[in-house]
């Protein structure tokens, strides 16, 4: 009997669990439980902000050794683009890993809530060592549900799938953030190492000066001065030249270190040239529409308005009443019952142990007598409103900044090829000429010298304003992508000195 009423009440609350717990479909929970819970999308959008880039989420060591190979593959003794840097960089960069997993956390949690909660089981013993009954006198069995956790369980599951999209929007705004990055320090590396080239020109012509100021010093032909000014200008360079070669090793370093190499992988090479300035440039008559259309920072913002929100209409719905129990259950009492009986006119007392089953309901709430969820509510509202604020500068700055990165990409191509089609030709012109006057004995050497290096420091500002170019490139698609904008592009040119020669 008592075993009859204990399954019944296990089954009225089972059923009450299911009826108030709402649906979570057997296709969302094999969505959060998958392995890789959600990376396609990420992967997806990833593709689209890259130019057709892969990321891949590591799961075991057999992913880890393919990824490894493929790399080695990539890179090891090889001149590599920046396409290529990119592609390794979302590979191997280990960062990227870990903001992945994040994925598969919320994923993790957003399954936890579409679970039922589990039922609470009390189980007692009562009048223990009792002599007349034995053991015990009653067993008492409880079941208690939560009914308000069970009633909100579709809105807890909605604010975590919120959240789980949330997670896999920052997932791909980090994998851009890498990608940018990337190309940026591949810009960075060529250009130091195209300065360093064409530095040591440079030095190569300094130092012919110097060796000749010092030969025409000891004929009398040039005063100590302009031997000074041509010695000071090839020690400049000389420091300049370190300088450089420093500049060259740290940028490639940065690059090797978000490419995430190391060892024998760090034997690789990048072009000693910038790629050529396009011809025709990317026209983008759309770009504040563009980039709130694609930024994925942007869908966060969204995405947290959206969470706090459903948030804001569970905190109204439970303002008053914060816990709710349902508790059923039975209770076996054991008893002695007493007989008397007249036999042979003698009163004959007879005792039999019996078991009572009593069936049990309990509901317990909270009464809301001092805190009656007003508190909870406005701090709701105040939350709402402030991501609300937050998403609305969000749109502002967004649209801002793909201005601002559209005037620096159109900008500093129309400078970099003025200094490519207009500055570098005449220097080039100049050094020409001077070179015929000085086969024609018309000038001096020192002045071929100062139109060489003349040319040299052209040369350098138009690598300096090429390169700024190639980073404004990687910020537009930032800017209507995602992944950060990126400080400034433009950077000081290293200079070369006095162009002025010693004369004599």
């Not at 079941?143 to 809105?155: G, K, V």
């Amino acid at each position: 009997m008592s075993v009859f009423r204990r399954s019944a009440s296990i089954a009225v609350v089972s059923s009450a669990t299911v009826f108030l717990a709402g649906c979570v479909s057997d296709q969302e929970l094999a969505g959060y439980s998958a392995r890789e819970a959600g990376f396609g999308p990420v992967a997806a959008s990833v593709s689209i902000g890259t130019k057709g880039k892969e990321a891949v989420w590591l799961q075991n060591k057999h992913q880890a050794k393919a990824v490894s190979e493929r790399v080695h593959g990539l890179v090891h003794k090889k001149t590599i683009n920046a396409d290529t840097a990119v592609q390794v960089a979302l590979l191997n960069n280990k960062g990227l890993q870990a903001a992945y997993a994040d994925i598969g956390m919320t994923a993790a949690e957003a399954w936890q809530q579409s679970l039922p909660e589990n039922p609470k089981v009390s189980i007692g013993l009562l009048g223990i060592g009792a002599p007349e009954l034995g053991a015990y006198r009653a067993i008492e069995g409880m079941i208690a549900a939560n009914i308000l956790s069970l009633a909100t369980r579709r809105a807890r599951v909605d604010i975590a799938d919120t959240r789980f999209r949330q997670a896999q929007m920052r997932a791909v705004d980090a994998t851009l953030k890498v990608a940018n990055d990337t190309r940026r320090a591949w810009v960075n590396a060529v250009s130091a190492f195209e300065t360093v080239a064409y530095l040591n020109q440079a030095r190569v012509a300094a130092d012919a000066a110097s060796e000749l100021a010092q030969k025409l010093g000891e004929s009398g032909a040039l005063p100590k001065g302009g031997q000074g000014r041509e010695h000071a200008f090839y020690a400049e360079l000389t420091g300049q030249m370190a300088e450089a070669r420093l500049a060259a090793r740290l940028a490639k370093e940065e690059l090797t270190r978000l490419m995430g190499l190391w060892g024998s992988e760090v034997d690789y090479y990048v072009p000693d040239k910038l790629p050529r300035l396009p011809r025709v440039i990317i026209r983008k008559n759309r770009i504040e529409q563009e980039a709130l259309e694609n930024r994925v920072d942007l869908r966060v913002a969204r995405l947290e308005l959206e969470a706090v929100a459903k948030s804001y209409g569970l905190t109204e719905a439970t303002r008053f009443v914060t816990d709710l129990e349902i508790i059923s259950g039975v209770e076996a009492e054991r008893e002695i019952e007493t007989e008397y009986e007249i036999d042979g006119g003698n009163l004959e007392e007879s005792r039999s142990r019996k078991t009572v089953v009593t069936p049990q309901l309990e509901l317990e709430f909270v009464i809301p007598i001092f805190d009656s969820g007003k508190p909870r509510l406005r701090k709701a509202e105040l939350a709402y409103m402030q991501a609300a604020n937050q998403l609305a500068e969000k749109a502002v700055n967004i649209r801002s900044e793909a201005r601002s990165a559209h005037t620096a990409y159109s900008s500093t191509h129309e400078i970099a090829r003025h200094y490519l089609n207009a500055v570098v030709p005449l220097r080039t012109t100049i050094e020409a000429e001077s070179l015929l006057t000085y086969n024609g004995m018309i000038s001096n050497t020192f002045e071929l010298l100062a139109d060489t290096r003349a040319k040299i420091g052209t040369l350098m500002l138009a690598i300096n304003a090429k390169r700024a170019f190639w980073l404004a490139d990687v910020n537009l698609s930032a800017a209507i992508y995602g992944g950060g904008t990126g400080a400034g592009s433009s950077a000081a040119a290293p200079s070369v000195g006095d162009a002025s020669g010693g004369g004599h």
